[in-house]
Protein backbone atom coordinates (compact mmCIF):
# COMPACT_ATOMS: atom_id res chain seq x y z
CA UNK A 1 0.00 0.00 0.00
CA UNK A 2 0.78 3.49 -0.63
CA UNK A 3 0.38 6.76 0.83
CA UNK A 4 -3.01 8.62 -0.44
CA UNK A 5 -1.91 10.38 -3.97
CA UNK A 6 -2.68 13.49 -3.07
CA UNK A 7 -0.57 13.24 -0.10
CA UNK A 8 2.55 13.72 -2.34
CA UNK A 9 1.35 16.75 -3.46
CA UNK A 10 2.99 19.49 -1.26
CA UNK A 11 -0.13 21.21 0.26
CA UNK A 12 0.02 25.09 0.09
CA UNK A 13 1.48 26.74 3.44
CA UNK A 14 -1.04 27.86 6.13
CA UNK A 15 -1.85 31.54 5.11
CA UNK A 16 -0.88 33.16 8.73
CA UNK A 17 1.26 30.62 10.14
CA UNK A 18 3.22 30.00 6.57
CA UNK A 19 4.21 33.70 6.61
CA UNK A 20 5.92 33.34 10.04
CA UNK A 21 7.69 30.51 8.41
CA UNK A 22 9.29 32.75 5.56
CA UNK A 23 9.71 35.55 7.81
CA UNK A 24 12.37 33.24 9.42
CA UNK A 25 13.58 32.63 6.47
CA UNK A 26 14.14 36.15 5.40
CA UNK A 27 17.60 37.54 6.68
CA UNK A 28 16.82 41.23 5.66
CA UNK A 29 17.73 42.62 8.83
CA UNK A 30 14.68 45.59 8.78
CA UNK A 31 11.73 42.60 8.31
CA UNK A 32 8.96 43.13 10.30
CA UNK A 33 6.34 40.45 10.93
CA UNK A 34 2.61 41.78 11.37
CA UNK A 35 1.38 38.87 10.27
CA UNK A 36 0.87 36.01 13.19
CA UNK A 37 -1.80 37.11 15.94
CA UNK A 38 0.46 37.11 18.98
CA UNK A 39 1.18 40.05 21.67
CA UNK A 40 4.99 41.19 21.79
CA UNK A 41 6.05 44.22 23.93
CA UNK A 42 8.35 47.09 22.25
CA UNK A 43 11.26 44.94 22.11
CA UNK A 44 9.24 42.36 19.85
CA UNK A 45 9.11 40.21 22.45
CA UNK A 46 6.27 37.89 23.52
CA UNK A 47 6.60 37.95 27.43
CA UNK A 48 5.38 35.53 30.08
CA UNK A 49 3.44 38.05 32.23
CA UNK A 50 4.18 38.49 35.95
CA UNK A 51 0.76 36.87 36.82
CA UNK A 52 2.06 33.39 34.98
CA UNK A 53 5.33 33.58 36.38
CA UNK A 54 4.10 33.48 39.82
CA UNK A 55 1.08 30.89 39.35
CA UNK A 56 3.55 28.43 37.62
CA UNK A 57 5.49 29.29 40.63
CA UNK A 58 2.83 27.83 42.87
CA UNK A 59 2.10 24.81 40.86
CA UNK A 60 5.81 23.71 40.91
CA UNK A 61 5.97 24.08 44.48
CA UNK A 62 2.75 22.18 45.14
CA UNK A 63 3.85 18.93 43.13
CA UNK A 64 0.65 17.65 41.75
CA UNK A 65 0.12 14.62 39.34
CA UNK A 66 0.41 13.93 36.28
CA UNK A 67 -2.77 11.88 35.89
CA UNK A 68 -5.34 12.33 33.08
CA UNK A 69 -7.42 14.90 33.67
CA UNK A 70 -11.46 14.26 33.59
CA UNK A 71 -12.46 14.27 29.95
CA UNK A 72 -14.45 17.52 30.02
CA UNK A 73 -11.24 18.87 31.90
CA UNK A 74 -10.91 20.24 35.87
CA UNK A 75 -14.01 21.54 37.85
CA UNK A 76 -12.59 24.26 39.36
CA UNK A 77 -11.12 25.41 35.27
CA UNK A 78 -14.61 24.94 33.72
CA UNK A 79 -16.63 27.13 36.97
CA UNK A 80 -13.69 30.05 36.94
CA UNK A 81 -13.85 30.49 32.92
CA UNK A 82 -17.57 30.15 32.76
CA UNK A 83 -17.73 33.24 35.67
CA UNK A 84 -14.80 35.04 33.23
CA UNK A 85 -16.92 35.18 30.33
CA UNK A 86 -20.38 35.82 31.96
CA UNK A 87 -19.42 37.24 35.12
CA UNK A 88 -20.79 35.44 38.59
CA UNK A 89 -23.87 37.11 38.89
CA UNK A 90 -25.20 37.03 35.48
CA UNK A 91 -28.73 34.81 34.91
CA UNK A 92 -26.74 32.33 33.04
CA UNK A 93 -24.35 31.23 36.02
CA UNK A 94 -26.84 31.33 38.39
CA UNK A 95 -29.69 29.29 37.17
CA UNK A 96 -26.87 26.91 36.48
CA UNK A 97 -28.22 26.61 32.51
CA UNK A 98 -24.04 26.56 31.07
CA UNK A 99 -21.85 23.40 30.97
CA UNK A 100 -17.94 24.43 30.32
CA UNK A 101 -15.26 21.65 28.83
CA UNK A 102 -11.88 22.45 29.15
CA UNK A 103 -9.85 22.44 25.52
CA UNK A 104 -6.51 22.77 23.48
CA UNK A 105 -7.33 26.24 22.89
CA UNK A 106 -9.60 28.26 21.17
CA UNK A 107 -9.27 26.13 18.30
CA UNK A 108 -9.68 23.13 20.01
CA UNK A 109 -13.09 24.39 21.39
CA UNK A 110 -14.07 25.56 17.55
CA UNK A 111 -13.41 22.20 16.44
CA UNK A 112 -15.29 19.85 19.10
CA UNK A 113 -18.21 22.32 19.05
CA UNK A 114 -18.36 21.48 15.58
CA UNK A 115 -18.32 17.73 15.86
CA UNK A 116 -20.23 17.97 18.80
CA UNK A 117 -23.02 20.03 17.15
CA UNK A 118 -23.08 17.46 14.00
CA UNK A 119 -22.75 14.19 15.55
CA UNK A 120 -25.61 15.14 17.79
CA UNK A 121 -27.75 16.53 14.58
CA UNK A 122 -27.45 19.73 13.67
CA UNK A 123 -27.95 21.63 10.60
CA UNK A 124 -25.19 21.01 8.27
CA UNK A 125 -24.72 24.67 7.16
CA UNK A 126 -23.24 27.29 8.92
CA UNK A 127 -22.79 31.28 8.41
CA UNK A 128 -19.34 32.65 8.90
CA UNK A 129 -18.68 36.76 8.63
CA UNK A 130 -17.16 37.61 5.55
CA UNK A 131 -14.04 38.74 5.93
CA UNK A 132 -13.53 36.12 9.26
CA UNK A 133 -10.45 34.27 10.49
CA UNK A 134 -8.97 32.44 7.82
CA UNK A 135 -9.15 28.75 10.21
CA UNK A 136 -12.81 29.40 10.38
CA UNK A 137 -13.72 28.20 6.59
CA UNK A 138 -10.69 25.14 6.44
CA UNK A 139 -12.01 24.21 10.12
CA UNK A 140 -15.58 23.92 9.58
CA UNK A 141 -15.33 22.37 6.11
CA UNK A 142 -13.42 19.96 7.36
CA UNK A 143 -15.35 18.65 10.05
CA UNK A 144 -18.51 18.35 7.84
CA UNK A 145 -20.27 21.77 7.36
CA UNK A 146 -21.19 23.47 4.37
CA UNK A 147 -20.62 27.26 4.46
CA UNK A 148 -22.42 30.51 3.41
CA UNK A 149 -21.28 34.06 4.49
CA UNK A 150 -22.66 36.97 5.24
CA UNK A 151 -21.48 40.64 4.12
CA UNK A 152 -19.90 42.32 7.74
CA UNK A 153 -17.49 45.61 6.40
CA UNK A 154 -18.78 48.24 4.46
CA UNK A 155 -17.23 49.88 1.77
CA UNK A 156 -14.29 51.65 3.32
CA UNK A 157 -13.98 48.48 4.83
CA UNK A 158 -13.56 50.44 8.11
CA UNK A 159 -16.90 49.82 9.59
CA UNK A 160 -20.08 47.66 10.35
CA UNK A 161 -22.54 46.84 7.00
CA UNK A 162 -25.77 46.36 9.32
CA UNK A 163 -28.23 46.72 6.96
CA UNK A 164 -26.74 43.65 4.63
CA UNK A 165 -25.45 41.77 7.41
CA UNK A 166 -28.59 41.71 8.93
CA UNK A 167 -30.56 40.77 5.73
CA UNK A 168 -28.09 38.09 4.93
CA UNK A 169 -28.44 36.03 8.65
CA UNK A 170 -32.83 36.45 8.39
CA UNK A 171 -32.34 34.41 4.71
CA UNK A 172 -30.73 31.29 6.97
CA UNK A 173 -32.64 28.59 7.50
CA UNK A 174 -34.13 27.80 11.00
CA UNK A 175 -31.28 25.48 12.41
CA UNK A 176 -28.73 26.90 11.01
CA UNK A 177 -25.16 27.50 12.81
CA UNK A 178 -24.29 31.51 12.70
CA UNK A 179 -20.67 31.80 13.99
CA UNK A 180 -20.29 35.33 15.43
CA UNK A 181 -16.84 37.08 16.72
CA UNK A 182 -17.73 38.14 20.12
CA UNK A 183 -15.47 41.02 20.34
CA UNK A 184 -12.53 41.98 18.70
CA UNK A 185 -13.44 41.01 15.30
CA UNK A 186 -10.60 38.90 13.45
CA UNK A 187 -9.87 40.08 11.08
CA UNK A 188 -11.06 43.72 11.04
CA UNK A 189 -11.52 44.43 14.15
CA UNK A 190 -14.94 46.48 14.07
CA UNK A 191 -17.67 44.82 16.40
CA UNK A 192 -21.52 45.30 16.27
CA UNK A 193 -22.68 47.87 19.09
CA UNK A 194 -25.78 47.39 21.17
CA UNK A 195 -28.24 48.15 19.08
CA UNK A 196 -26.56 45.73 16.40
CA UNK A 197 -26.11 43.09 19.10
CA UNK A 198 -29.95 43.41 20.06
CA UNK A 199 -30.80 43.52 15.97
CA UNK A 200 -28.76 40.11 15.94
CA UNK A 201 -30.49 38.02 19.00
CA UNK A 202 -33.87 39.18 17.43
CA UNK A 203 -32.64 37.67 14.05
CA UNK A 204 -31.75 34.34 16.13
CA UNK A 205 -34.30 33.91 17.84
CA UNK A 206 -36.91 34.69 14.20
CA UNK A 207 -35.03 32.28 12.77
CA UNK A 208 -34.62 29.63 15.24
CA UNK A 209 -30.92 29.97 14.61
CA UNK A 210 -28.08 28.57 17.06
CA UNK A 211 -25.28 30.83 17.23
CA UNK A 212 -21.17 29.79 18.00
CA UNK A 213 -19.51 33.00 19.73
CA UNK A 214 -15.87 32.74 18.99
CA UNK A 215 -14.49 35.24 21.88
CA UNK A 216 -10.83 34.54 21.76
CA UNK A 217 -9.96 38.02 23.06
CA UNK A 218 -12.06 38.73 25.61
CA UNK A 219 -9.80 41.53 27.82
CA UNK A 220 -8.20 42.95 24.54
CA UNK A 221 -10.28 44.97 23.61
CA UNK A 222 -11.61 48.03 26.04
CA UNK A 223 -12.00 45.37 29.00
CA UNK A 224 -13.41 42.07 30.37
CA UNK A 225 -16.75 42.95 30.89
CA UNK A 226 -16.89 45.29 28.42
CA UNK A 227 -15.38 42.86 25.82
CA UNK A 228 -18.35 40.51 26.50
CA UNK A 229 -21.01 43.54 25.73
CA UNK A 230 -21.94 41.13 23.17
CA UNK A 231 -24.06 39.03 26.07
CA UNK A 232 -26.71 41.75 25.96
CA UNK A 233 -27.95 40.47 22.70
CA UNK A 234 -27.81 36.80 22.69
CA UNK A 235 -28.06 35.76 27.24
CA UNK A 236 -31.67 35.87 26.85
CA UNK A 237 -33.81 33.61 28.63
CA UNK A 238 -34.47 30.16 26.53
CA UNK A 239 -31.74 31.28 24.20
CA UNK A 240 -29.73 28.24 23.44
CA UNK A 241 -26.04 28.94 22.15
CA UNK A 242 -22.19 27.92 22.44
CA UNK A 243 -19.19 29.88 23.24
CA UNK A 244 -15.27 28.68 22.28
CA UNK A 245 -13.43 31.20 24.71
CA UNK A 246 -9.55 30.86 23.97
CA UNK A 247 -6.59 31.86 27.02
CA UNK A 248 -3.69 32.35 24.44
CA UNK A 249 -3.64 35.97 24.19
CA UNK A 250 -5.00 37.55 27.54
CA UNK A 251 -2.97 35.20 29.48
CA UNK A 252 0.30 35.28 26.90
CA UNK A 253 -0.46 31.26 27.19
CA UNK A 254 0.16 31.22 23.16
CA UNK A 255 1.66 27.61 23.59
CA UNK A 256 0.32 26.13 26.38
CA UNK A 257 -2.98 25.65 24.26
CA UNK A 258 -5.84 26.63 26.99
CA UNK A 259 -9.48 27.06 26.20
CA UNK A 260 -12.67 25.98 26.94
CA UNK A 261 -16.01 25.41 24.95
CA UNK A 262 -19.18 26.11 26.97
CA UNK A 263 -22.75 25.56 25.87
CA UNK A 264 -25.93 27.42 27.55
CA UNK A 265 -29.62 25.91 27.17
CA UNK A 266 -32.23 26.79 27.35
CA UNK A 267 -32.25 24.86 31.40
CA UNK A 268 -29.75 22.97 33.41
CA UNK A 269 -31.39 19.97 32.40
CA UNK A 270 -30.47 20.44 29.04
CA UNK A 271 -27.36 21.52 29.47
CA UNK A 272 -26.32 18.07 31.28
CA UNK A 273 -27.78 16.24 28.65
CA UNK A 274 -25.75 18.25 25.84
CA UNK A 275 -22.73 18.07 28.06
CA UNK A 276 -22.62 13.88 28.25
CA UNK A 277 -23.11 14.52 24.06
CA UNK A 278 -20.16 16.85 24.01
CA UNK A 279 -17.62 13.90 25.99
CA UNK A 280 -18.13 11.57 23.29
CA UNK A 281 -16.98 14.01 21.22
CA UNK A 282 -13.57 14.93 23.24
CA UNK A 283 -12.82 11.46 23.83
CA UNK A 284 -12.86 10.78 20.39
CA UNK A 285 -11.07 13.43 19.44
CA UNK A 286 -8.39 14.20 22.04
CA UNK A 287 -9.31 12.42 24.90
CA UNK A 288 -8.77 14.89 27.44
CA UNK A 289 -7.26 18.10 27.32
CA UNK A 290 -3.81 18.86 28.92
CA UNK A 291 -2.96 20.82 32.05
CA UNK A 292 -1.21 23.11 33.01
CA UNK A 293 -1.66 25.98 31.16
CA UNK A 294 -5.51 25.33 32.32
CA UNK A 295 -3.84 24.95 35.57
CA UNK A 296 -2.30 28.22 35.35
CA UNK A 297 -5.51 30.06 34.22
CA UNK A 298 -7.39 28.75 37.20
CA UNK A 299 -4.75 29.61 39.44
CA UNK A 300 -4.80 33.14 38.67
CA UNK A 301 -8.78 33.32 38.20
CA UNK A 302 -9.46 31.80 42.25
CA UNK A 303 -6.81 33.50 44.03
CA UNK A 304 -8.27 37.26 44.31
CA UNK A 305 -4.55 38.51 44.91
CA UNK A 306 -2.86 36.90 41.76
CA UNK A 307 -6.29 37.62 39.93
CA UNK A 308 -5.72 41.49 40.52
CA UNK A 309 -2.27 41.14 39.52
CA UNK A 310 -3.32 39.28 36.25
CA UNK A 311 -5.60 42.21 35.32
CA UNK A 312 -3.06 44.81 35.85
CA UNK A 313 -0.77 42.71 33.88
CA UNK A 314 -4.01 41.89 30.91
CA UNK A 315 -4.33 46.06 30.93
CA UNK A 316 -0.93 47.09 30.22
CA UNK A 317 -1.32 44.66 27.20
CA UNK A 318 -4.73 46.17 26.61
CA UNK A 319 -3.39 50.05 26.96
CA UNK A 320 -0.27 49.20 24.60
CA UNK A 321 -2.65 48.35 21.60
CA UNK A 322 -4.88 51.21 21.94
CA UNK A 323 -1.59 53.39 22.17
CA UNK A 324 -0.17 51.80 19.21
CA UNK A 325 -3.71 52.31 17.33
CA UNK A 326 -3.79 55.90 17.88
CA UNK A 327 -0.03 56.08 16.97
CA UNK A 328 -0.42 54.23 13.77
CA UNK A 329 -3.72 56.54 12.99
CA UNK A 330 -1.33 59.71 13.52
CA UNK A 331 1.48 58.37 11.93
CA UNK A 332 -0.68 57.12 8.65
CA UNK A 333 -1.99 60.91 8.35
CA UNK A 334 1.07 62.68 9.21
CA UNK A 335 2.68 60.93 6.08
CA UNK A 336 -0.37 61.69 3.61
CA UNK A 337 -0.94 58.27 3.40
CA UNK A 338 -3.87 58.10 0.79
CA UNK A 339 -7.20 56.77 3.04
CA UNK A 340 -9.44 57.13 5.49
CA UNK A 341 -7.64 56.07 8.72
CA UNK A 342 -9.53 57.31 12.13
CA UNK A 343 -12.02 54.60 12.01
CA UNK A 344 -8.73 52.24 12.95
CA UNK A 345 -8.26 54.26 16.37
CA UNK A 346 -11.92 52.98 17.44
CA UNK A 347 -11.81 49.48 16.34
CA UNK A 348 -11.55 46.95 19.39
CA UNK A 349 -8.66 44.26 19.76
CA UNK A 350 -5.04 42.94 18.32
CA UNK A 351 -6.41 43.68 14.23
CA UNK A 352 -6.45 46.24 11.95
CA UNK A 353 -7.44 45.37 7.94
CA UNK A 354 -5.42 48.18 5.94
CA UNK A 355 -7.57 47.26 2.58
CA UNK A 356 -4.64 46.13 0.41
CA UNK A 357 -4.83 44.36 -2.89
CA UNK A 358 -3.39 41.19 -3.16
CA UNK A 359 -0.33 42.81 -4.87
CA UNK A 360 0.06 45.27 -2.93
CA UNK A 361 0.82 42.74 0.14
CA UNK A 362 2.95 40.53 -2.22
CA UNK A 363 4.97 44.24 -2.38
CA UNK A 364 5.06 44.97 1.27
CA UNK A 365 6.54 41.47 1.41
CA UNK A 366 8.70 41.55 -1.06
CA UNK A 367 10.18 45.00 -1.61
CA UNK A 368 10.08 46.31 2.20
CA UNK A 369 9.88 42.98 4.01
CA UNK A 370 6.97 44.10 5.90
CA UNK A 371 4.81 40.98 6.58
CA UNK A 372 1.37 41.41 6.36
CA UNK A 373 -2.00 38.87 5.96
CA UNK A 374 -4.40 39.32 3.08
CA UNK A 375 -6.24 42.46 2.54
CA UNK A 376 -3.46 43.98 4.62
CA UNK A 377 -4.41 42.53 8.09
CA UNK A 378 -2.04 43.76 10.90
CA UNK A 379 -1.12 42.78 14.44
CA UNK A 380 -1.36 46.10 15.79
CA UNK A 381 0.55 44.95 18.82
CA UNK A 382 3.85 44.00 16.03
CA UNK A 383 4.21 47.85 15.63
CA UNK A 384 7.16 49.66 18.00
CA UNK A 385 8.28 52.95 18.08
CA UNK A 386 11.25 51.30 16.55
CA UNK A 387 9.54 49.69 13.35
CA UNK A 388 6.43 52.03 12.71
CA UNK A 389 8.31 54.79 10.86
CA UNK A 390 8.95 52.20 8.18
CA UNK A 391 6.24 50.59 8.23
CA UNK A 392 3.80 53.49 7.46
CA UNK A 393 6.44 54.69 4.30
CA UNK A 394 5.99 50.84 3.01
CA UNK A 395 2.34 51.00 3.39
CA UNK A 396 2.54 54.45 1.52
CA UNK A 397 4.75 53.23 -0.73
CA UNK A 398 2.53 50.52 -2.19
CA UNK A 399 -0.54 52.53 -1.96
CA UNK A 400 0.86 55.25 -4.15
CA UNK A 401 2.24 52.61 -6.55
Known amino acids: ?67 YLPIDGRPGFKAAVRDLIFGTDHEIVTSGRSATAQTPGGT ?49 GRGLDVGKMLVALRSAVPGDVILLHGSCHNPSGVDPDPETWAAIGEIVVERELLPVVDFAYQGFGFGLREDADWLAGLARPGLEFLVCSSYSKNFALYNERVGALTIVAADPARAAAALSHLKIAVRSNYSNPPAHGGDIVETILTDPALRARWELDLAGMRNRILGNRAALVEALVAAGVPGRWEPIGRQRGMFALLGLSADQVARLRDEFAVYVVSRGRINVAGLTAANLPDVVAAVKAVIEG
Do not use: C
Open 108 to 156: GALRVAADFLLQSGSSRTIWLSEPTWPNHPQLFTLAGFALRTYPYLDES
Open 1 to 67: MALPPRSLTPAPPDPILGLTEAFKADTRPHKVNLSVGVYVDDSGVTPVIPSVLEAERRLLDKAGSKG
